[in-house]
C-alpha cells in the first residue's frame, strides 16, 4: 500500500474516532448512544419550549399526527421549504395535523426567531431548543430535519433536507396517518 493511501485512511480514521467522541460527549459524556430512531417505532420523549417560554412535549401531541420541522433561522433550505410547510399547515390542521417548528438558533435569538416567523407568513406553533436536544434524540445530522409522528406515536416517516411537494412518499404518508382513525379517549 502506497503511503499517500495509508496517510488517508489514517485520516478517515481519525475523522471518525473524533466524530465517536464528539458524539458520546453529546450524549452526556457517559458513553450512552441513543437508540435508533427508526421508522416504524415510538417516537423518543422530546420537550421543548414555546417563545414565550412554555414547557411543550410530544407526549402532549398523543393522538394528533404531527409534523416536527427542525430548522434555523441562517438555514436557507429552511427558508425554501417554509412556504410549502405553511400551506400544509393550512391545508391539513383541521385533519389533526400539528406541524411544529423547532428552532435550534442560539440562546437569545428569540427576536430573530420571530422576525423569520413574522417576514415568512409561519403561523404554526414555534418551539426552541438551543440546546439542540432535538438532535441527539432523534439523531438529526443537519437542518431541516422533518419527522411525521403518527396518532399514537409511532415514527411514520423521516427526511434530512427540505421537504417539498415533490416528496410524494411523504405526501402519501401523511395523508395515510391522518386518515387513520383517531384513538379512542379512556373516558
Not at 417505532?41 to 407526549?59: I, K, N
Request: glycine share 10%; proline share 6%; hydrophobic share 45%.
Amino acid at each position: 500500500m502506497s503511503r499517500v493511501r495509508a496517510g488517508a485512511r489514517i485520516a478517515v480514521l481519525a475523522v471518525l474516532a473524533a466524530l465517536a467522541a464528539s458524539l458520546v460527549s453529546a450524549c452526556g459524556g457517559d458513553g450512552a448512544v441513543p437508540a435508533a430512531v427508526a421508522v416504524g417505532s415510538p417516537v423518543p420523549a422530546y420537550r421543548a419550549t414555546t417563545l414565550d417560554g412554555d414547557s411543550v412535549s410530544l407526549a402532549a401531541l398523543e393522538g394528533k399526527v404531527v409534523l416536527l420541522n427542525v430548522w434555523a433561522t441562517w438555514c436557507h433550505p429552511c427558508r425554501d421549504e417554509v412556504p410549502f410547510l405553511q400551506d400544509v399547515h393550512e391545508r391539513y390542521a383541521a385533519r389533526g395535523l400539528e406541524l411544529v417548528g423547532v428552532s435550534v438558533d442560539a440562546s437569545g435569538e428569540e427576536p430573530a426567531i420571530r422576525d423569520f416567523a413574522r417576514r415568512y407568513g409561519m403561523t404554526y406553533p414555534i418551539w426552541r431548543d438551543p440546546g439542540e436536544r432535538v438532535s441527539t434524540t432523534f439523531l438529526v445530522i443537519g437542518v431541516p430535519a422533518s419527522f411525521v409522528v403518527g396518532r399514537d406515536g409511532t415514527l411514520l416517516w423521516r427526511k434530512t433536507g427540505p421537504v417539498s411537494e415533490s416528496d410524494t412518499a411523504f405526501v402519501r404518508i401523511l395523508e395515510a396517518a391522518l386518515a387513520a382513525t383517531p384513538p379512542a379517549s379512556g373516558d
